[in-house]
């Protein structure tokens, strides 16, 4: 992109906002489906900003705009901003302004401010409204700008989707629908709309192309007794799928249809929907007359537990991304000190090497691998232009995955690379303590995420360290990366971890412009074998196979139990790999998960 199309664009927006007698408009990273990676019709934030981080919005003024975002992307964000016209506010620090004051302060008593309601999350939208209306000011919802201003928008993708088979989703759609409503009469709703593309794909079995690194296809739905409504472009269904669903008893109709089908619910219905996981526009589409019921989605609790064949599959998955790995390490081993390294091709070599495997499908995330300074920029992603050369010195850090037909991946390696300063085996070793503390935890039953991320933390904290990014999220199987309700983070959030859940461990700590550290595994909560006289315990099951550097470790800050973990791991992850490697690279492995 050239720097200089961004104030273009800006003055696009404007004049399109002074045509509309808009004062100010908020431009969210997602789309009508409030994904997180939306495919490139949308991605309208990105482009009136030049921002490419995957969290933020835009808000442009008449005289001003600025981007909000997270601690994952002030570096990035900072670099991209520069000479734009946007300003970047960085959110959670003390001195910066929350965003709809910031609009307050920018349009004056009577003025007007414009979002998409397509691309709003209705919870969002009626807060913004509500504060907005205390300030006399108004809201209009039915603005599209990029409609008029983006000559060169993409249009939704028409990729074609693919089913699923129940031997690897481990459920018929059938029986998925029968859940559903088993929950939606507990509810007492007479059906549910459905919205986020991984709980379509998800409760539909449907897999497709439609957006970068989630194998997910751009659709609405609706379940009820009465019958089910697949809302997705026919031209997308071969007609084995046309045919599949029809036997399945599921309507087909066109993807905007969903409005009019909305509109047309029966008086007093009472519709199931999630207040931030469905967009303004589609919410306002409801007739007065139903009762809304507003709960944390079914289908999204349905979809994080995952059911014995999925579990099997994601095993499967580490298998295969272990041996491809295994490949890798011992490629970066001989590649860095002839210096044939840079940070854009570990990324080419590790799409190269998980390619191999069977049932890959793709990359679950665009590969962050960050040398020196680099690693310390959270989301950092490599371009040919300006990526480092990796010299034989100092940490890289590696966060990578693949989607696989069977199971989703997602782990990061901080690796030495050569010598190593006394600060980072410091680092490095708290963090780890952090990892196995969280990876060894046992328990109760209804505990929640944020009860257990002090455990990741707390090595850190003594040391007057810490990290701003949550310690885990939830993963679908062959599904998105990050997927929730379940997460582990400081802040608060109400959903339990239960059985077959998927989630990761990924705590860190980062040196602006030194290095940065992270260590992630994917962890599995499960039954705790033991005396239930107070209930029912979880621990974690981890099943990510690749070995944990051992170079930078500063073994006496480890204590037994830790050393036994590092340990019994190594081992797991030789037993398992091994039978899959060749000669050579199995004496590699060998030597990597030799106890310490």
């Known amino acids: 992109m050239k720097t200089n199309e961004i104030p273009e664009r800006l003055s696009a927006i404007r004049q399109f906002m002074k045509e509309k007698k808009l004062d100010a408009f908020i431009v969210p990273s997602t789309d009508a489906h409030l ?34 975002t997270d601690s994952r992307y002030f570096l990035q964000a900072a670099g991209e901003l520069k000479d734009t016209g946007f300003e970047l506010f960085k959110m959670g620090q003390a001195d910066t302004p929350d965003m709809t004051d910031w609009v307050i302060e920018q349009v004056s008593k009577g003025g007007t401010v ?15 409204k509500e504060k907005l209306n205390a300030k006399g000011i108004h809201l209009e919802t039915a603005f599209d700008p990029f409609a008029a201003i983006r ?24 029986s998925k629908i029968g859940r559903i409503n088993a929950e939606l009469k507990k509810a007492d709703a007479d059906g549910i709309i459905i919205v986020p593309l991984d709980a ?6 449907l897999r497709g192309n439609d957006v970068d690194y989630n194998p997910v296809a751009v659709a609405y739905a609706y379940v009820s007794e009465k019958e089910t409504v697949l809302f997705i472009d026919p031209e997308k269904l071969p007609d084995e799928v046309a045919g599949f669903y029809q036997k399945q008893g599921v309507k087909i109709t066109s993807y905007n249809d969903i409005f009019e089908y909305v509109a047309g619910f029966p008086a007093n219905s009472a519709v199931c929907i999630t207040g931030n996981k469905i967009n303004y526009k589609l919410l306002q589409t409801i007739p007065s007359s139903c009762k809304i019921i507003n709960v944390p989605s079914p289908v999204d609790l349905m979809k994080s537990v995952k059911n014995e064949t999925e579990l099997k599959g994601f095993g499967n998955a580490m298998i295969k991304d272990g041996v491809a790995l295994v490949k890798f390490f011992m490629w970066l081993e001989k590649a860095v000190p002839a210096g044939d390294v840079t940070e854009v091709t570990i990324e080419e070599k590790l799409r190269e090497y998980r390619s191999q495997q069977d049932m890959f499908f793709g990359e679950s995330f665009a590969t962050i691998a960050g040398y020196a300074g680099n690693g310390a920029v959270i989301h950092y992603h490599a371009s040919p232009d300006s990526c480092l050369k990796v010299q034989p010195e ?13 199971g989703t991946t997602d782990i990061t390696r901080t690796v030495a690379v050569g010598k190593l300063t006394k600060q980072m085996k410091l680092d490095y070793t708290n ?6 503390a969280l990876g060894t935890a046992v328990y109760p039953e209804g505990t929640r995420g944020s009860q257990l991320d002090i455990l990741a933390r707390k090595a850190l904290w003594d040391n007057e360290l810490t990290y701003w990014h949550g310690t885990g999220h939830g993963i679908g199987h062959f599904l998105s990366v990050h997927e929730g309700p379940q997460n582990i983070r400081l802040e608060e959030n109400p959903t339990q971890l239960r059985p077959g859940m998927v989630t990761s461990n990924e705590p860190g700590v980062y040196r602006s412009n030194q290095y940065g550290i992270r260590i992630e595994n994917l962890i599995v909560t499960q039954e705790y074998k033991k005396t239930k006289e ?53 004496a590699w492995l060998k030597n990597k998960t030799k106890a310490i």
């Open 394 to 406: 100092g940490l890289l850090l590696i966060d990578s995955g693949a989607q696989y037909k069977d």
């Open 431 to 436: 963090v780890l303590k952090g990892h196995i």
């Open 35 to 68: 994904s997180e990676y939306p495919p490139k019709h949308w991605e309208s934030r990105k482009w009136i900003s030049g921002f490419t981080g995957s969290a933020g919005t835009a808000v442009i003024a008449k005289e001003k705009a600025g981007v909000w």
């Open 151 to 174: 000559n060169d928008r993409p249009e939704i993708p028409k990729n074609k989707v693919f089913i699923l088979p129940d031997d690897i989703a481990g459920e018929s759609v059938t």
């Open 114 to 128: 414009g979002i998409d309601g397509l691309v709003y999350a209705a919870s969002d939208a009626k807060a913004l």
């Open 200 to 205: 379509v794909a998800w409760t539909f079995n």
């Open 534 to 586: 107070f209930g029912a315990f979880y621990n974690f099951e981890t099943i990510t196979l690749c070995p944990i550097d051992v170079k930078p470790v500063v073994k006496k800050l480890l204590t037994k139990k830790e050393i036994k973990w590092l340990n019994n791991y190594h081992k797991m992850v030789y037993d398992l790999l091994r039978k899959h490697l060749n000669k050579e690279e199995k």
